[in-house]
Structures are given as structure tokens and as C-alpha cells.
């Protein structure tokens, strides 16, 4: 396994659906997470990281802004969407190892 697609692989298991429902969850506390568009979000999810393991000369940032630009964009939660894709951008940049916006 190819150095890019081991770190695709990591960052699958990293960045899931329910890793995503949960910052969502936390997001929009008190009111309850609710996915909307399941296929949506594991496709916005997935997208990066496919991009990753087929265009490997695509830096962190572009993917990072790829994973915020679906997700904001495809709208699979009831509510927080846009605060959702943000949390996810700057943790994939964190677990890329560039500094967050929040560092």
C-alpha cells in the first residue's frame, strides 16, 4: 500500500459519518443531530479522500476545503451545516499536521 493511500485509509477511519453526526450533535446542542441526507454525508466525507488517493499532488488545504465546500454545500444535516463543515475542515487541516484556524 502506497504511502498516500495508507494515509487515505487513516484519515477513513478518522473523518466517519458518525465522527460527523457527533460534532454535529455537539454543535447544535440542545436541539438533537439529525441526518437528513445520509448518502450525502458519507459522499461529501469519501470525496476527499478519494481525491487523496487519485490526484496525490493535491495539498491539504485544497482537500480540507473540498470536505467543507460538500458538506456545507450538500446540506445532510437539519441544522448547524455550515459550523459542521467548518469543525471538520479545520480537524482534517489538524490531522493533515497544519495548524488549525483555531491554533
Given at each position: 500500500?502506497?504511502?498516500?493511500?495508507?494515509?487515505?485509509?487513516?484519515?477513513?477511519?478518522?473523518?466517519?459519518?458518525?465522527?460527523?453526526?457527533?460534532?454535529?450533535?455537539?454543535?447544535?446542542?440542545?436541539?438533537?443531530?439529525?441526518?437528513?441526507?445520509?448518502?450525502?454525508?458519507?459522499?461529501?466525507?469519501?470525496?476527499?479522500?478519494?481525491?487523496?488517493?487519485?490526484?496525490?499532488?493535491?495539498?491539504?488545504?485544497?482537500?480540507?476545503?473540498l470536505?467543507?465546500?460538500?458538506?456545507?454545500?450538500r446540506?445532510?444535516?437539519?441544522?448547524?451545516?455550515?459550523?459542521?463543515?467548518?469543525?471538520?475542515?479545520?480537524?482534517?487541516?489538524?490531522?493533515?499536521?497544519?495548524?488549525?484556524?483555531?491554533?
Open positions: 500500500m502506497s504511502t498516500t493511500a495508507a494515509h487515505a485509509f487513516h484519515l477513513a477511519r478518522l473523518f466517519t459519518p458518525i465522527y460527523a453526526t457527533r460534532v454535529n450533535a455537539r454543535i447544535v446542542y440542545p436541539a438533537t443531530a439529525t441526518v437528513v441526507k445520509p448518502t450525502d454525508l458519507v459522499s461529501a466525507l469519501a470525496r476527499p479522500l478519494h481525491v487523496m488517493t487519485y490526484e496525490p499532488h493535491r495539498d491539504a488545504a485544497f482537500l480540507a476545503t470536505a467543507y465546500g460538500l458538506i456545507q454545500g446540506h445532510p444535516f437539519l441544522d448547524g451545516n455550515k459550523r459542521t463543515a467548518f469543525f471538520v475542515m479545520n480537524e482534517y487541516l489538524r490531522a493533515q499536521g497544519i495548524l488549525g484556524f483555531s491554533d
